[in-house]
């Protein structure tokens, strides 16, 4: 899989501009953080990705094919989306809910082929216990770890995920960072995702880009693009940047 993002400009009205002339790419297999303080377009611009958003300008490209020009149905084969909030959702159990990312493949009608890889996903999430669980009794985080199962089975070529570790504890967001990042490889599956840690990113990501004032400041590998002046300039505030055994380390000053 290769996504191609080509020239992307978005805005809202005509007087602000969210996005302003963002372009990059994600090879097979890779992995790319989005990074960025509240309000510099993250989540507009994984919107404008998965063509929730049509971009005012530019285009999108999954293996030279314009995501403009797909169906629903074949953008949900070649997408998998998992937006930031799930809060108001159908009172479904665990395996229903993963089930419905086979949904654009078999219509009506689920395969045992398709069941398997339901079960797969589920098990590789650890939600076996939950399978029956109604979704809306479930913590903000295991709801979460479910809507990242959905998008799994449906076997996409781009995963886009905006903040999946948001309600997730420590644990659980290494345990899915992990899990994404290892299926990226594995499948040559392209992941597109927003977080706000950057020790995280350190660890996981291929390519980091930054977002400031609705454009890219920097973009790279996590040691080139995660450094003392690039946190400064962009967040404001001070760090100590440290290379600890091979990925870096970013620590707050005290003010």
């Known amino acids: 899989m290769s996504l191609k993002v080509e020239n992307i400009s978005f805005g809202y009205t005509p007087e602000r501009e969210i996005l302003s002339n963002i372009s990059f790419e994600v090879g097979l297999g890779k992995t790319l953080f989005l990074l960025g303080p509240n309000g510099t377009g993250k989540t507009t611009l994984l919107k404008c990705i998965n063509h929730v958003l049509k971009p005012n300008s530019g285009r999108v490209l999954i293996n030279e094919e314009d995501v403009a020009g797909f169906s629903p149905a074949v953008r949900a084969k070649k997408i998998g989306y998992v937006p930031q909030y799930n809060n108001n959702v159908f009172p479904m159990n665990v395996i229903d809910t993963v089930m419905l990312g086979r949904a654009a493949f078999v219509g009506y009608k689920m395969r045992s082929l398709d069941k398997d890889i339901v079960f797969d996903v589920i098990d590789r999430l650890e ?23 959905r998008a799994l089975a449906q076997e996409p070529e781009l995963i886009i995920l905006d903040e999946p570790t948001s309600s997730l504890d420590l644990k659980n967001q290494m345990f899915t960072l992990k899990l994404v990042t290892e299926l990226a490889q594995s499948k040559n599956i392209g992941v597109v995702l927003s977080v706000h840690d950057m020790n995280l990113t350190s660890l996981f990501a291929d390519k980091v880009i930054i977002l400031k004032e609705s454009r ?34 970013v620590r707050l000053k005290k003010v």
């Open 127 to 149: 939600l076996g216990s939950f399978a029956f669980k109604n979704i809306n009794e479930m913590s903000g985080g295991e709801r979460q770890r479910v809507f990242i199962a």
């Open 216 to 249: 890219i400041y920097a973009c790279g590998k996590p040691a080139d693009t995660l450094t003392e002046k690039n946190i400064r300039e962009v967040y404001g505030v001070d760090t100590s940047v440290t290379l600890e055994e091979g990925y870096t380390h």
